[in-house]
């Protein structure tokens, strides 16, 4: 069974400090990889997804990602975090030929940034 | 474009009650699902469809039940709700093929 571990249940930084949450995933097969952000009081929005081909993908809002097969991660980074990217942050894995509605998602982390 | 729509937003139920959280999507989306988002436990899939009339079981379905008449509705139903339900549920849509979940605002559930 695929599996999603996010490393950092909650991470407190402060304004201009630089971030990376940690995600790694079990998954026998070709995956397709997400981050989701559900920020406070509002539903899950991608953030950014790889699929294929550049294993750096840009997301919105300065977000980047980097997957590295061969660990088995698709950790979530960002050079300057700013007070409005306080969120819950999910990853989430589906295999390739899975449908994005079948997704097994990490248990989130939560992000507190500190004006 | 409204999306992926979920009523209602927050629900308090009574032990043994039953009701139906509504999900409808207007993007013509094959691909729907429920999950439950539970504090320290992120999303678990309950159930899925990948079209009308087609439903299946995702990774905690006991207690729910799903139809799919149509392409754009699939309700959730807990026909008698218990403590262990109180959760926050999200409804998604997917296009059909490698693409990502559109997710609805999600609805607060309490069993009392």
């Known amino acids: 069974a695929q599996s999603v571990s996010q490393h950092n249940h909650h991470v407190i930084l402060s304004e201009a400090a630089s971030l990376e949450l940690g995600c790694n995933y079990s998954?026998?097969?070709?995956?397709?990889l997400f981050w989701y952000v559900q920020y406070p009081g509002q539903h899950l929005q991608l953030l950014l997804k790889?699929?294929?081909?550049?294993?750096l993908v840009k997301g919105i809002k300065g977000f980047e990602a980097e997957f590295i097969k061969s660990k088995f991660s698709f950790n979530l980074r960002k050079p300057s975090v700013q007070w409005s990217d306080t969120a819950e942050y999910f990853c989430?894995?589906?295999?390739?030929?899975?449908?994005?509605?079948?997704?097994?998602f990490g248990d989130g982390t939560t992000l507190t940034v500190k004006p | 474009n409204a999306g992926v729509t979920q009523t209602p937003k927050f629900q308090v139920l009574k032990t043994g009650q039953s009701m139906t959280l509504q999900c409808a999507q207007d993007?013509?989306?094959?691909?729907m699902s429920w999950y439950r988002q539970d504090p320290g436990m992120g999303l678990r899939l309950i159930h899925y469809s990948v079209g009308a009339g087609i439903t299946d079981q995702g990774e905690v379905p006991n207690g729910y039940n799903v139809s799919r008449s149509t392409t754009e509705d699939f309700p959730l139903r807990l026909l008698s709700a218990a403590p262990s339900q109180t959760s926050v549920y999200f409804c998604a849509s997917s296009r059909q093929g490698v693409t990502e979940a559109f997710f609805g605002q999600g609805t607060r559930l309490t069993v009392v």
């Open positions: 993007m013509n989306h094959e691909y």
């Open positions: 998954y026998g097969g070709t995956v397709n």
């Open positions: 790889y699929f294929s081909g550049d294993p």
């Open positions: 989430a894995v589906n295999g390739y030929n899975t449908n994005a509605g079948k997704s097994t």
